[in-house]
């Protein structure tokens, strides 16, 4: 089974700092999805940013972009210039094509002003 | 198009009373997905759908939660009796499958369930 980790439970980050939020998988499929989500404390799930397994490039929206390493199944999330609507829990995801998305356990950011 | 709409966004109600969520997708997605989040457990997948065909409840917790979806722009999440520990966070959240398989999944507000 499918399994995603996300073994920070906290981070914090001054304000204009960058943040690096990991994220490791566990799958034996090559052809598969990676998500981030952001739930803020209004809890609406928001998506960050998406990659899809078969590209080699790194996804970037912004000043979100994420350090994908296929062989060592890791996807990680790098915030540039950190700002206090970063603040939320951050929960990385794993999708299979028409199967449900397995979630981590998330990660608490908070941004220090 | 108004989102994914979640009713009621907060229900609080006795143990052993009977709950209903309510859950209208986006116009046109095709997969339907309920979740429920705690803070012990995270976000979990209670069920999920696919043109109106449950494909997965095996994240149903126990016969008290059953899950519907009559037509392709309504479902429902019923919870009977209900129990304390059922308080929670439930999201709803639909999705529609493209050609090249990538696709994001929308989610609702969520419904805050407190069973006292």
């Given amino acids: ?113 | 198009d108004a989102g994914v709409i979640q009713s009621p966004r907060h229900e609080v109600t006795e143990m052993g009373q009977e709950v209903t969520l309510r859950c209208k997708p986006i116009s046109g997605h095709d997969y339907l997905f309920w979740y429920r989040q705690t803070m012990m457990r995270g976000l979990e997948l209670l069920i999920y759908f696919n043109n109106n065909v449950p494909i997965d409840d095996s994240g149903m917790p126990e016969d008290r939660f059953s899950a519907k979806m009559p037509n392709a722009s309504f479902s429902t999440l019923k919870i009977q009796p209900s129990e304390p520990r059922d308080s929670a966070v439930y999201f709803c959240a639909s999705s529609f499958f493209l050609s090249g398989g990538l696709h994001e999944q929308f989610f609702g507000p969520g419904t805050r369930l407190t069973v006292l």
Avoid: H
Avoid at chain 1, 56 to 71: C, G, H, I, L, P
């Fill in chain 1, 1 to 113: 089974a499918q399994t995603v980790t996300q073994s920070q439970p906290e981070m914090s980050v001054q304000e204009a700092e960058t943040v690096t939020l990991s994220c490791t998988y566990d799958t034996s499929e090559s052809d598969y999805y990676l998500f981030w989500y952001k739930q803020p404390p209004s809890r609406q799930m928001i998506l960050v940013i998406r990659q899809e397994a078969y590209k080699q490039q790194n996804a970037t929206e912004n000043r979100f972009s994420v350090n994908f390493q296929k062989a060592a199944k890791s996807f990680s999330l790098k915030i540039s210039d950190s700002q206090l609507g970063d603040a939320a829990m951050y929960f990385c995801a794993y999708r299979y094509p028409r199967q449900k998305l397995v979630f981590g356990q998330g990660t608490r950011l908070t941004i220090n002003p």
